[in-house]
C-alpha cells in the first residue's frame, strides 16, 4: 500500500548533522566531489547563509536541539532538568524519536538523551564487560588508551552509524524523529577510506601538531596535506549519506520523509592563525550548510534558494512548524529560534535577525561570543578582554579591525554585547548544573579527537 500523502500523514524526520563540515567544502569550492549533497540542494531548499551559533558541538548542539541560544539557562555543558528540548516536542507530537551519535560532548552524561525514545552513544574508548568495572583507575586508562591506539577511528565510523539508522527505520511503526552526529570529517583527518595504521597513526600526529600543540610551525606541505586528507574525508561522508538515502529509498521511507543536512560548525585551516575549532567564531567555523529535502506532497517547494542570513536554531522550529506540531508554552517562552518557512515561501522580514554565537572556555568562565549581521561582524575574547569589528562586505576574510575608525557601529555592537552579557546572567541566576566527571575511557576519545 502506498503511504498516504503529506500533509493527511505525518513526515518522518531525518536530521543529519555532520561535525565540523565547512561551508565552503560542502558546496564544492575545495574541487571537492559531493554528489549526494549537491543532490540534495538539487531537490530541497537550499540557505546559503546559515550560521552556527557555537563553534564546538557543545554550544552548537545546544542551541540546535534546545533552539535558545548556548549560554541561557546554566549554559552548554549540561542540559538543566527544566530545559525541554525538541525530541521531547516531536515524542509529545507522536513521533518516536532516536539519536545515533559518538561524541561526548553530547552525551546521556550531560542530559542530552532526555526526549528520546532511543539513543545510542559510543562515547567512550573502551568499555569494560560486566565484572571488569571494578579495575582500578590506572588500569581501566592503560586498557582505554590501547583500545584508542588499535582502533581505526576515534568515532563510530559512518558505515556502522548507517547500520545503526536502518535498524532504528525499521524497528520503529510511527512516524520517526532521528538525529545523528557524523563524526568521519572531525580531526584527526584520516583520508576518507583510505585506511592503513600507518595512515592513522601520521593521521593523528599531524592533527595534534597542527590543532593541539604547535600550529606555526605547520609546513606548507603539511598543510596541504590536511586540506586534502579534510577534502576527502567530506567525500568519503558524502558517499555513505548517499548510500544511506538509496537504502531508506529502498525501503520506501525516502518520500515520507524531511532530510535536513547540517553542521555544528566548521574547521579553521590557518586562517585566522589555527587550525580545528578552538578560535573565535570567524565565518569559517560559524558558516555552515543548511539543505531541507522536503517529501513528496509537501507543499514546500524543492531546489530553491534562500539568501537571507539564518541561524541554526531556526532548523527545528521550521521542521515542527512544516509537521504542524505545537510546541509547549514551557519550551516557547525560552525559544530564540524562529521558523523559515515564511522566508521559502517568500515573506520578507521585517528586521534581520543578529546572528549569536557563542562559548564559555572549558575549565573557565571566560567567554567568546560573536554578533553577526550580513554588514558587520563584532568579536568580543573575554580571555584576552579584546573585541574587534569587521566590514564583511569590504572585507570578508575578517582581516582587518575596524573597530578604531567605525566607532559608531562599534558602540552599537557594545551595546548589544552587554545586552547578551546581562541576559546570560539573568537567565541562569537559579540554574545549578552539575560538574560531568570524565572517566578514562572518554578522557582518550578526547585526547584522539584533539581535545585533550
Given at each position: 500500500m502506498a503511504p498516504e500523502a503529506f500533509p493527511m500523514s505525518k513526515p518522518n524526520v531525518l536530521f543529519l548533522v555532520v561535525d565540523s563540515l565547512r561551508y565552503d567544502v560542502a558546496t564544492g569550492n575545495w574541487e571537492s566531489a559531493t554528489?549526494?549533497?549537491?543532490?540534495?540542494?538539487?531537490?530541497?531548499?537550499?540557505?546559503q547563509n546559515c550560521f552556527a551559533q557555537g563553534i564546538s558541538t557543545a554550544p552548537s548542539m545546544t542551541a540546535i536541539l534546545t533552539g535558545r541560544h548556548p549560554l541561557d539557562y546554566g549554559g552548554h555543558w549540561y542540559l538543566d532538568d527544566d530545559q525541554r528540548t525538541f525530541a521531547q516536542v516531536f515524542r509529545d507530537g507522536g513521533y518516536y524519536t532516536g539519536a545515533i551519535h559518538s561524541n561526548p560532548y553530547v552525551s546521556a552524561r550531560?542530559?542530552?538523551?532526555?526526549?528520546?525514545?532511543?539513543f545510542a552513544e559510543d562515547v567512550v574508548a573502551f568499555e569494560p564487560d560486566e565484572g571488569l568495572e571494578g579495575l582500578p583507575d590506572k588500569l581501566l586508562r592503560l586498557a582505554s588508551r590501547a583500545s584508542r591506539i588499535l582502533s581505526r577511528t576515534p568515532y563510530t565510523p559512518a558505515e556502522?552509524?548507517?547500520?545503526?539508522?536502518?535498524?532504528?527505520?525499521?524497528?520503529?511503526?510511527?512516524?520517526?524523529?532521528?538525529?545523528?552526529?557524523?563524526?568521519?570529517?572531525h580531526g584527526p583527518?584520516?583520508?576518507?577510506?583510505?585506511?592503513?595504521?600507518?595512515?592513522?597513526?601520521?593521521?593523528?600526529?599531524?592533527?595534534?601538531?597542527?590543532?593541539?600543540?604547535?600550529?606555526?610551525?605547520?609546513?606548507?606541505?603539511?598543510?596541504?596535506?590536511?586540506?586534502?586528507?579534510?577534502?576527502?574525508?567530506?567525500?568519503?561522508?558524502?558517499?555513505?549519506?548517499?548510500?544511506?538515502?538509496?537504502?531508506?529509498?529502498?525501503?520506501?521511507?525516502?518520500?515520507?520523509?524531511?532530510?535536513?543536512?547540517?553542521?555544528?560548525?566548521?574547521?579553521?585551516?590557518?586562517?585566522?592563525?589555527?587550525?580545528g575549532h578552538g578560535n573565535l567564531p570567524y565565518d569559517e567555523l560559524t558558516h555552515v550548510p543548511l539543505v531541507i529535502r522536503p517529501p513528496s506532497g509537501s507543499d514546500i517547494p524543492r531546489g530553491e534558494t534562500v539568501d537571507d542570513l539564518v541561524r541554526c536554531i531556526d532548523i527545528l522550529p521550521t521542521i515542527i512548524d512544516a509537521v504542524d506540531a505545537e510546541i509547549p508554552t514551557q519550551h516557547r517562552e525560552?525559544?530564540?529560534?524562529?521558523?523559515?518557512?515564511?522566508?521559502?515561501?517568500?515573506?520578507?522580514?521585517?528586521?534581520?535577525?543578529v546572528v549569536v554565537t557563542e562559548k564559555r572556555v572549558r575549565g573557565e568562565k571566560h567567554l567568546r561570543i560573536g554578533l553577526r549581521t550580513t554588514r558587520w561582524k563584532y568579536l568580543y575574547d573575554g580571555v584576552e578582554d579584546e573585541r574587534f569589528l569587521y566590514n564583511l562586505e569590504n572585507d570578508p576574510g575578517e582581516t582587518t579591525d575596524v573597530s578604531q575608525t567605525e566607532t559608531t557601529v562599534a558602540e552599537e555592537f557594545e551595546t548589544r554585547l552587554r545586552e547578551r552579557l546581562n541576559q546570560i546572567e539573568e537567565t541562569s541566576e537559579n540554574v545549578?548544573?552539575?560538574?560531568?566527571?570524565?572517566?578514562?575511557?572518554?578522557?582518550?576519545?578526547?585526547?584522539?579527537l584533539g581535545y585533550k
Amino acid at each position: 500500500m502506498a503511504p498516504e500523502a503529506f500533509p493527511m500523514s505525518k513526515p518522518n524526520v531525518l536530521f543529519l548533522v555532520v561535525d565540523s563540515l565547512r561551508y565552503d567544502v560542502a558546496t564544492g569550492n575545495w574541487e571537492s566531489a559531493t554528489p549526494t549533497i549537491d543532490r540534495l540542494l538539487d531537490e530541497g531548499v537550499h540557505f546559503q547563509n546559515c550560521f552556527a551559533q557555537g563553534i564546538s558541538t557543545a554550544p552548537s548542539m545546544t542551541a540546535i536541539l534546545t533552539g535558545r541560544h548556548p549560554l541561557d539557562y546554566g549554559g552548554h555543558w549540561y542540559l538543566d532538568d527544566d530545559q525541554r528540548t525538541f525530541a521531547q516536542v516531536f515524542r509529545d507530537g507522536g513521533y518516536y524519536t532516536g539519536a545515533i551519535h559518538s561524541n561526548p560532548y553530547v552525551s546521556a552524561r550531560r542530559n542530552f538523551d532526555r526526549g528520546f525514545d532511543h539513543f545510542a552513544e559510543d562515547v567512550v574508548a573502551f568499555e569494560p564487560d560486566e565484572g571488569l568495572e571494578g579495575l582500578p583507575d590506572k588500569l581501566l586508562r592503560l586498557a582505554s588508551r590501547a583500545s584508542r591506539i588499535l582502533s581505526r577511528t576515534p568515532y563510530t565510523p559512518a558505515e556502522e552509524v548507517n547500520t545503526d539508522i536502518l535498524s532504528f527505520v525499521d524497528d520503529a511503526d510511527t512516524p520517526w524523529f532521528l538525529w545523528t552526529q557524523y563524526m568521519d570529517v572531525h580531526g584527526p583527518y584520516l583520508g576518507g577510506d583510505n585506511f592503513s595504521y600507518r595512515n592513522k597513526f601520521r593521521a593523528e600526529w599531524l592533527w595534534r601538531k597542527a590543532a593541539v600543540r604547535d600550529p606555526d610551525s605547520i609546513t606548507e606541505a603539511e598543510h596541504e596535506e590536511l586540506r586534502e586528507n579534510y577534502r576527502r574525508e567530506v567525500e568519503y561522508l558524502d558517499s555513505e549519506i548517499g548510500n544511506l538515502l538509496g537504502e531508506l529509498d529502498e525501503r520506501g521511507h525516502l518520500d515520507d520523509t524531511f532530510v535536513v543536512l547540517t553542521a555544528d560548525h566548521g574547521d579553521e585551516f590557518y586562517e585566522h592563525g589555527r587550525y580545528g575549532h578552538g578560535n573565535l567564531p570567524y565565518d569559517e567555523l560559524t558558516h555552515v550548510p543548511l539543505v531541507i529535502r522536503p517529501p513528496s506532497g509537501s507543499d514546500i517547494p524543492r531546489g530553491e534558494t534562500v539568501d537571507d542570513l539564518v541561524r541554526c536554531i531556526d532548523i527545528l522550529p521550521t521542521i515542527i512548524d512544516a509537521v504542524d506540531a505545537e510546541i509547549p508554552t514551557q519550551h516557547r517562552e525560552r525559544l530564540a529560534g524562529k521558523s523559515l518557512l515564511p522566508l521559502v515561501r517568500g515573506k520578507k522580514r521585517d528586521e534581520e535577525p543578529v546572528v549569536v554565537t557563542e562559548k564559555r572556555v572549558r575549565g573557565e568562565k571566560h567567554l567568546r561570543i560573536g554578533l553577526r549581521t550580513t554588514r558587520w561582524k563584532y568579536l568580543y575574547d573575554g580571555v584576552e578582554d579584546e573585541r574587534f569589528l569587521y566590514n564583511l562586505e569590504n572585507d570578508p576574510g575578517e582581516t582587518t579591525d575596524v573597530s578604531q575608525t567605525e566607532t559608531t557601529v562599534a558602540e552599537e555592537f557594545e551595546t548589544r554585547l552587554r545586552e547578551r552579557l546581562n541576559q546570560i546572567e539573568e537567565t541562569s541566576e537559579n540554574v545549578v548544573v552539575p560538574d560531568v566527571e570524565t572517566d578514562a575511557g572518554v578522557e582518550e576519545r578526547l585526547k584522539a579527537l584533539g581535545y585533550k
